[in-house]
């Protein structure tokens, strides 16, 4: 796992921790509880299709936090109208402390042909204390679309289907995340830098080499310079048809990325430590400099993909959004903070935007509980769906071979 990886599961035990402190004042003997989390953006749920003559495998790619158990596994049930269409138990992966690598899928031996809302329930399984507890539920819409092959070189005729989900919430939400959340530093010996994450509908390959930067405005008054923004890898949110050469397929997809802020840190101002071996921040902006209201703007050559919007504390951190509080908060990991995230009229950056489903769930369905909070990310929504989410086939291509992509 990366360094991100490691910091991320530590500060999952020191989140543990403190959330236990308070019950182990209670009367004993009680069991402390283990706080366990799902990383957002490193959740992936897909469909896969191994032959488009078949059906489709549900697959969940995920980071979870608080796994303790040598035995522990979770549990993913896929769900229609109430009716369970299969159940299936899956071990961790590789492992960092109490993180652990989740890849889960459903059984080639029992594909699934079922198409519109799903629900798919993932389950913790503490093997030690013999009980499964709720980790997330997923509702989501899966769609069938044409696998088509050339008959005579004027028509097209279907010859099965591929799956995937539509994931049209993704591109409503954003995250910032705090590097290395839990340093405490005097001096600069680990990095503070910030990242945001986001989606876009569409083909990622618009995405490269382009210049990224972050225009932002705090209280209102503009930042004198604009920040650099990096990319970081895309990822795709969907199981999408990759096949070199072949025009046969026609498939929606999603993916998501993140940008990694250059010469801006989170937090109050740390000097360069005189021993010369840590960061130099004689030239890096922080945070807790800026405190208030921030907008930015997510620019790529000049033109605005995405405008953020997040209130940063005193202490130079984005506080966390009010979804993240309460009895019914959207549980995250620490340093982890949901921001509000604008498209801009006439996304150039999204092929599809469906504002309804912007405004009814975060990615996979997670429920939006108070929508009146998120005014600002609903001011530039389109008033109805728009762009091809239904792609026509095309005359050409070949049969495919063998399986496909997995």
């Known amino acids: 796992m990366n360094k991100s990886t490691v910091v991320r599961a530590a500060l999952s035990l020191a989140i543990s921790m403190a959330t236990t402190s308070a019950y182990a004042q209670q009367a004993q003997p009680q069991a402390r509880p283990t706080v366990r989390v799902l990383d957002e953006t490193e959740t992936y749920l897909r469909l896969w299709t191994p032959s488009p003559s078949g059906g489709y495998v549900v697959r969940l790619e995920t980071i979870a936090y608080g796994v303790t158990g040598r035995a522990d596994a979770t549990q993913m049930v896929v769900k229609q109208n109430g009716r369970t269409l299969v159940t299936q138990r899956c071990a961790f992966g590789s492992r960092d402390g109490t993180a652990a690598r989740l890849s889960c899928a459903t059984p080639d031996s029992n ?6 809302e799903l629900t798919i329930e993932l389950s913790y399984i503490d093997d030690e204390n013999d009980r499964t ?3 997330r539920t997923f509702v989501v819409q899966a769609r069938k679309y044409p696998d088509w092959i050339r008959g005579d070189g004027r028509r097209v005729t279907e010859w099965g289907g591929r799956y995937q989900i539509l994931a049209h919430d993704a591109i409503g939400t954003a995250w910032f995340w705090h590097t290395n959340p839990g340093t405490t530093q005097t001096e600069a010996h680990e990095s503070q830098s910030v990242r945001i994450y986001t989606a876009f509908a569409g083909d990622p390959a618009r995405f490269r080499g382009s210049v990224y930067s972050l225009r932002c405005t705090v209280n209102g008054t503009r930042l004198p310079a604009d920040i650099e923004a990096r990319i970081g890898g895309v990822n795709s949110l969907t199981e999408v048809s990759e096949r070199p ?3 046969d397929t026609r498939m929606v997809q999603w993916n998501r990325t993140y940008f990694e802020m250059q010469q801006l840190w989170w937090g109050r101002r740390v000097p360069f430590p005189a021993s010369r071996a840590g960061y130099n921040t004689e030239n890096t902006r922080f945070m807790a400099d800026h405190a208030g209201a921030w907008s930015c703007d997510l620019r790529m ?9 997040f209130t940063v504390g005193a202490d130079g951190r984005v506080a966390a959004h009010a979804e993240q509080t ?8 620490g340093g982890l903070s949901l ?13 599809y935007i469906d504002p309804a489903a912007i405004r009814a769930s975060f990615q996979f369905g997670q429920p939006r509980r108070q929508a009146n909070l998120w005014t600002n990310s609903f001011t530039t ?8 989410a239904d792609p026509t086939p095309v005359a050409g291509g ?3 071979r063998g399986r496909g992509r997995r």
């Open 133 to 135: 507890e709720p980790l």
């Open 398 to 400: 070949a049969r495919p």
């Open 339 to 351: 921001i509000e995230v604008r498209l801009p009229a006439n996304s150039p950056a999204d092929e």
């Open 301 to 309: 050559d000049g033109t605005v993909l995405r405008t953020f919007m």
């Open 111 to 116: 594909l699934l042909t079922a198409t519109g």
């Open 245 to 247: 050469n072949m025009q």
């Open 326 to 333: 309460g009895a019914q908060a959207y549980r995250q990991l």
């Open 381 to 388: 929504l389109p008033a109805r769906a728009t762009g091809n």
